[in-house]
C-alpha cells in the first residue's frame, strides 16, 4: 500500500513526524526540519513546499502504515468471522497506536481533524474493499446472512470511525477491551448467520 518514495523524502517525514510529535505543528519551522534532518533547507524545498506539505506526509505516512495493517489482516487464513472482528480491532488499535505515540501531534490531530478526514479519503475506499470482502466471503461461505455488503462495509466503516475519538481519548492506562467487545457483538449481532457454524 504504502507508495515508493526516495530514501531522502522518507528521512524527511520520519525527522518531521519527531519534531511535530514533540514540539507540535505550531512550534516547528522548515529550517527546525531542515536542521534536525542534517539535510539542507534546499533538499527540504525540493520535496515540500511549506511546512503544511511536510504535515500532511506525516499524517500521510502515518495513515499508510494503518492501512498497511489491514491489509495484512486482510491475507489472514482465518475464517470471515475472526477476520472482521480482526479488522475492527485492529483499525481501533492503529489508529489509537498512531495518534497516542506522537506526542504534541495528538493535540494537533484533534484540532486539525478536518485535514486528517481529507487524507483519508483515499484510505477509506481501500478499507471499504477490504470489509466488503470479508463480508462477501463471509456470506458465500455462510458466516453471515446475505446482505447489501456494499451498504453494510460503509455502515461498518462509518460506526469504526464515529468510534476513534472517543476510543482515542480513553485514558492510556485502560485497555478497553470490554468496550471493544460490546462494540463487536453489537455489530456481529445484526449481520451473523444464526445457524450453527
Do not use: C
Not at 121 to 141: A, M, N, P, Y
Amino acid at each position: 500500500m504504502s507508495e515508493r518514495i526516495s530514501k531522502t523524502k522518507k528521512q524527511l517525514i520520519d525527522v518531521a513526524r519527531e519534531l511535530f510529535a514533540s514540539n507540535g505543528k505550531k512550534n516547528l519551522t522548515m529550517n527546525d526540519i531542515a536542521e534536525a534532518s542534517h539535510k539542507g533547507r534546499r533538499t527540504l524545498y525540493t520535496y515540500f513546499k511549506s511546512k503544511d506539505e511536510v504535515y500532511k506526509a506525516v499524517i500521510d505516512n502515518e495513515i499508510n502504515l494503518i492501512i498497511d495493517r489491514l491489509i495484512l489482516v486482510s491475507k489472514k487464513n482465518i475464517n470471515p468471522y475472526e477476520k472482521l472482528k480482526d479488522h475492527i480491532i485492529t483499525h481501533f488499535n492503529t489508529v489509537k497506536n498512531s495518534v497516542t505515540r506522537n506526542g504534541t501531534l495528538r493535540a494537533d490531530f484533534f484540532r486539525d481533524i478536518y485535514e486528517v478526514e481529507r487524507s483519508r479519503r483515499r484510505i477509506d475506499i481501500i478499507e471499504l474493499g477490504l470489509i466488503k470482502s470479508i463480508l462477501t466471503e463471509g456470506v458465500e461461505k455462510g458466516y453471515f446472512r446475505k446482505m447489501d455488503t456494499e451498504m453494510m462495509s460503509i455502515i461498518i466503516l462509518y460506526a469504526m470511525k464515529g468510534l476513534e475519538v472517543p476510543y482515542i481519548r480513553q485514558n492510556l492506562e485502560t485497555d478497553y477491551i470490554g468496550e471493544k467487545t460490546d462494540i463487536l457483538e453489537f455489530i456481529f449481532n445484526g449481520i451473523k448467520e444464526t445457524k450453527d457454524l
